[in-house]
């Protein structure tokens, strides 16, 4: 995804009424459509899917992009806003998450184990981000937003999800040690003094990094427009993580995607008569078994995904960029496949993606998420490599 350029006028919007009418009907019929269900939490839910929406595509947030061009360029604005984005989620999350609630409400972070399938799966996931277009949460707003190689994108990574599920009995023996919650072991004071460090310490050599190698430094922070976009990093890093404490506070859990690929692509499987995934080993686990068992519209991660899917949408006709078009190369539809089954999979064996195990991993706490991105990003290295093979830049 190209960079943001911001812009210099006021944030206060003025734009066409029927773009406004448009992206209003769009945000409208999606909440209209969960209030069907009968559930104020999955209204609320897909109220703040609408929002991250909104904010991904506006300020293209993407987390794919922004390893690309660190690695092929050494800019590092999209990297830099992500640790502001993790920064401002660890101070939310790890106070609620000891306290157990919010608002009377239980609440429990993503703290998982850790071994060889996170590993394995972010390694894979990484190179896959970067030959398919984007992560999954990239896959979601693009596809939204009108890109039409990302839906391919996003059908190739609920293909690959659904196959890891089916596959389960050969990657859930992997060795493993028991999940390492930080809080837990060090306390909440010495975990929060850890990850200021870690997210300084981090931020400056990005900062240093960009200066030797491209002379100057991009600015995550700026003016821009709510409305219709542009918006600078910094404004969508701190939007994602005080809606991702949105979501813990309104789930009880945070901001998950890809389970969702794996539920949607096996109860497509039932649905043709190409099996009974409800025999798979993979949906043996209680919760899961649960999610399979229950009518689509009622799943929280579903709802939210659509709701992303569909903020981009409404935000893409605010800026007037709706533009869908059928001209895809074929090396850049092979990339979506390929790539797409590699991001499906690889969330799946790594038990989640930059959303589920690196963003609301750290978030939570959860020593998995830092050993998710310690695999990916060598993956993403080894993915920006291989993209002239499919005619990528």
Same mark, same amino acid.
């Given at each position: ?38 559930? &104020? ?14 904010? *991904? ?12 061009? %660190? ?49 394995? $799966? ?22 939204? $937003? ?26 859930? $023996? ?42 100057? *430094?991009?600015?995550?922070? $700026? ?14 890093? %701190? ?37 009974? +995934? ?41 800026? &007037?960029?709706?533009? +869908? ?20 999979? &690889? ?47």
């Amino acid at each position: 995804m190209p960079p943001v350029t911001l812009a210099t006028k006021s944030a206060v919007d003025t734009l066409p009424a029927t773009r406004l009418a448009a992206a209003g009907i769009v945000a409208a019929v999606a909440l209209a459509a969960m209030a069907a269900t009968g559930s &104020g939490r999955l209204v609320l839910l897909g109220a703040i899917g609408l929002a991250m929406g909104l904010a *991904l595509y506006h300020a293209a947030f993407g987390f794919s992009h922004g390893y690309r061009v %660190l690695i092929a360029e050494g800019r590092t604005a999209h990297v830099r806003a992500q640790i502001l984005m993790l920064a401002a989620a660890v101070l939310l999350f790890l106070p609620a998450l000891a306290l157990g609630e919010v608002f009377g409400r239980p609440v429990r972070g993503f703290v998982f184990p850790l071994g060889l399938g996170v590993v394995i $799966g972010a390694f894979v996931f990484g190179i896959g981000m970067q030959i398919a277009g984007g992560c999954v949460s990239g896959t979601l707003y693009t596809a939204g $937003g009108g890109s039409l190689r990302m839906w391919i994108t996003l059908v190739s990574a609920v293909a690959g999800a659904t196959l890891a599920a089916f596959a389960a009995p050969l990657w859930e $023996g992997l060795p493993q040690v028991p999940a390492v919650s930080l809080p837990a072991m060090l306390g909440l004071g010495p975990t929060l003094l850890l990850h200021a460090a870690l997210f300084a310490g981090a931020y400056a050599g990005l900062v240093a990094l960009e200066r030797r190698r491209t002379g100057g *430094l991009e600015s995550i922070g $700026g003016r821009g427009r709510w409305l219709t976009g542009p918006w600078p990093y910094a404004w969508a890093a %701190l939007a994602l993580a005080g809606l991702n404490f949105a979501t813990l506070v309104v789930a009880g859990r945070p901001w998950g995607v890809t389970q969702a690929f794996a539920l949607w692509g096996s109860k497509a499987v039932e649905a043709a008569g190409l099996g009974d +995934p409800v025999f798979w080993a993979f949906w043996e686990e209680p919760t899961r078994v649960e999610a399979l068992l229950r009518q689509l519209a009622a799943d929280a991660t579903t709802v939210m995904n659509l709701a992303v899917m569909a903020g981009a949408l409404a935000a893409a006709i605010l800026a &007037g960029r709706f533009a +869908p078009s059928l001209r895809i190369p074929v090396g850049a539809v092979l990339g979506s496949v390929v790539g797409g089954l590699m991001i499906g999979a &690889g969330a799946i064996v790594a038990t989640g993606c930059n959303i589920s195990a690196f963003f609301s991993g750290i978030a939570s706490g959860s020593l998995h998420g830092w050993l998710w991105i310690a695999a990916a990003l060598p993956g993403a290295w080894l993915g920006v490599k291989i993209r002239p093979l499919f005619g990528l830049t």
